[in-house]
Nanobody, 125 residues
Framework: QVQLVESGGGLVQAADSLRLSCAASGRTFSNVAMGWFRQAPGKEREFVAAINWSSPSTLYADSVKGRFTISRDNAKNTVYLQMNSLKPEDTAVYYC??????????????????WGLGTQVTVSS
């Protein structure tokens, strides 16, 4: 079993920055890919970024490339999402997800087995 807890969301203005954290517990993470997804009101949950736990392989949605950076701290079992140059369209609940089994990063929502409860990010114009 894996537990994921997101934090760091909040209300910011356009062009501001935020850093989200996802603390993972419950198993070893040497073969786990971690992803960030987001869901805006009335929209489907969409992929944001993903990272392998044991390699520097990353993947980003086109909408966040160049603005968001995903990283990890293996010693703390924590994954981060640094969000810069935020836009109102980035407003959503952001979810952390885990994909065990050594399959690598994926943009597919159904590739991830474990999910956190989410943290709200609101960007005002």
């Amino acid at each position: 079993q894996v537990q994921l807890v997101e934090s760091g969301g909040g209300l910011v203005q356009a062009a501001d920055s935020l850093r989200l954290s996802c603390a993972a517990s419950g198993r070893t993470f040497s073969n786990v890919a971690m992803g960030w997804f987001r869901q805006a009101p009335g929209k489907e949950r969409e992929f944001v970024a993903a990272i392998n736990w044991s390699s520097p392989s990353t993947l980003y949605a086109d909408s966040v490339k160049g603005r968001f950076t995903i990283s990890r701290d293996n010693a703390k079992n924590t994954v981060y999402l640094q969000m810069n140059s935020l836009k109102p369209e980035d407003t959503a609940v952001y979810y952390c997800a885990a994909r065990p089994g050594g399959f690598g990063v994926s943009w597919r929502r159904n590739a991830y087995e474990y999910w956190g409860l989410g943290t709200q990010v609101t960007v005002s114009s």
